[in-house]
């Protein structure tokens, strides 16, 4: 009998039968059951799905389609203003403060779209900027949310456990940043956000290294409670100068124990959609995965060698091998130390590797979900054995947002 593996590789062969690689695929079954577990998992309170983790604007609408799932939380200005546009979607947060004055400008000079965006800030300085570009008297007035940083700093702030983000970290310097806003004219602040990046973009069982998993643990719960106080206090002080619409946190990683704070009015998850290798590594949730990338055998140089077409696709962050795209079907495939995942061919090794010929596909997952997207136009949707459909990815439309 077939493992699951095997069955896996030969449906996915049998519907991509008729597509010369490189190419990439999304299970839509597989999609579709990662949706509705986040939603499961956030208990009640909408999930806001992570553009950047999905970076195609079909599988964006065919989540926020599910029950449970509301709104966008886009990356970048212009991205967000594309995304808002007409018949598109109707809430779109942008996760990070922007400087492109040429975004600002269009959205200033549409009251649809600066209805329907908000933008980050975490300093009057980006307010100032806003003004720059557009006097308030020459705008509609444009929606914000303050971000606030969620690292845990213990020890009396000696050590810093999380990323570096905002500069407002005490529920005084969130009050304070919110009376600024709500006695600046052209501005309404309508929501808050504290991204938990130490526990929902952190795997608390990376394989092999228990000693750091328990270190991580550790670290997570000690985060969890000194953020669950301080922004339900946040949350306070910034009420005191604004009637606040959402109140978002959390990621793909900690959906659930981020919906249990009581401050929290939605969470946002996106990678968990396409179950990339980065949440193998966690133990509350592991999401089926659901992306994958096809590369042909062009060469065998040995035995227990097979060298496929490309593969250097590689994600973001630390140089590390965990940011390395993975070999997964078939079964028992690894990269070489010497060589890693190259951007013109990539040598596998393994007993399997014998059973490969020229022209087998050998399917890749990636370490981060939407950054597959930056390599491909279009993606191919399977259901069982056949391609259903095919959607283009923001490549494929013609945008690199960043």
Sequence with gaps: MATHSEQLRQRLDRATAHLDPPYAVVDLDAFDTNAAALADRAAGKPVRVASKSVRSRELIARALARPGWRGV???????????????????????????????????????????????????????????AVCPPQRRPELRLCLDLDASWRPLGG?????VRRSPVHSARAAGALAATVAGRP?????????????????????????????????????????????????????????????????????????????AVTEVTAGSGLYGPTLFDAYRAWRPAPAAFF???????PAPRLATVLGGGWIAS?????????????PAGLKLLGAEGAGEVQTPLAGPVADELRVGDRVWFRHAKAGELCEHVNELHLVQGDAVVATVPTYRGEGHAFL
């Design 73 to 131: 939380m886009a990356f970048t200005l212009p991205e967000a203003l594309w995304l808002a546009g007409p018949g598109a979607a109707e809430d779109v947060l942008v996760a990070y403060p922007t400087a492109d004055r040429g975004a600002l400008d269009r959205l200033a000079a549409d009251p649809t779209l600066a209805g329907r965006v908000t933008l980050m800030v975490d300093a009057a300085e980006q307010l100032d900027l806003v003004d």
């Design 158 to 162: 000696r050590l810093h456990v999380g």
């Design 186 to 262: 052209g501005f309404r602040l309508v929501g808050l956000m504290a991204y938990e990046a130490q526990i929902a973009g952190l795997g608390d069982a990376p394989p092999g290294q228990p000693a750091y998993a328990r270190a991580v643990r550790i670290a997570q719960r000690g985060s969890y409670r000194e953020l669950l106080a301080r922004r339900g206090a946040a949350v306070a002080a910034v009420r005191e100068h604004a009637d606040l619409e959402f109140v978002n946190g959390g990621g793909t990683g900690s959906v659930a124990a981020t919906s249990a704070d009581p």
């Design 294 to 300: 096809a590369c042909a055998v062009v060469r065998r």
């Design 317 to 329: 962050g630390p140089a590390a091998d965990s940011r390395l795209p993975r070999p997964w079907l």
